[in-house]
T-cell receptor, first 113, second 111 residues
């Protein structure tokens, strides 16, 4: 099993729909992150959580929300999807002892039509 | 604000060439400067990282050069191979904080 598992791998949804992307990790790390990847824009941070009771906005949180259900689970929701949220979404986890070594999932490719 | 800028956006080299990817940062309070490698259909994976008190770090064919005064760091890939074709991201990290990534460089190594 992968250290970080994202579901679904691909999703096509309609404008205005609510959608949830799920992430689970087996690394036992407290820190989890959601990033969005767009061509030419790199990886941009949406939300991050340093422990179960801690949720922080990243640089592009508008239109998104998250839930940290357990140490191992961190979900990203789009309350009302819009076409410019079409992107590749990555979940990651890190060990605070080695703060620069993130483990990423394989991503969710989301298309909003 | 843009904390790290990466160039070029894309790069094509022949097998055996030495591609160089550059990053410039704005803040002096970062404590790590990692590079990540991403293959199609996969998430980024840590490749190599350097601290700001070191000017160069080598791991196999991959080298980071760090210029603190210029606020720049670069990735060199020696004897590049087609299997090195991937997207490369530089990143910066402040103490106790999270990573901020550059825009990415799509590298193609032709046989």
């Amino acid at each position: 099993d992968a250290d970080v598992t994202q579901t679904p791998r691909n999703r096509i949804t309609k404008t205005g729909k609510r959608i949830m992307l799920e992430c689970s990790q087996t690394k036992g790390h407290d820190r989890m992150y959601w990033y969005r990847q767009d061509p030419g824009l790199g990886l941009r941070l949406i939300y991050y959580s340093f422990d179960v009771k801690d949720i922080n906005k990243g640089e592009i949180s508008d239109g998104y929300s998250v839930s940290r259900q357990a140490q191992a689970k961190f979900s990203l929701s789009l309350e009302s999807a819009i076409p410019n949220q079409t992107a590749l979404y990555f979940c990651a986890t890190s060990d605070p002892g080695q703060g620069f070594g993130y483990t990423f999932g394989s991503g969710t490719r989301l298309t909003v039509v | 604000q843009q904390q790290v800028k990466q160039s070029p956006q894309s790069l094509i080299v022949q097998k055996g060439g030495i591609p160089i990817i550059n990053c410039a940062y704005e803040n002096t309070a970062f404590d790590y400067f990692p590079w990540y490698q991403q293959f199609p259909g996969k998430g980024p994976a840590l490749l190599i990282a350097i601290r700001p008190d070191v000017s160069e770090k080598k791991e196999g064919r991959f080298t980071i050069s760090f210029n603190k005064s210029a606020k720049q760091f670069s990735l060199h890939i020696m004897d590049s191979q087609p299997g090195d074709s991937a997207t490369y991201f530089c990143a910066v990290k402040a103490s106790g904080s999270r990573l901020t990534f550059g825009e990415g460089t799509q590298l193609t190594v032709n046989p």
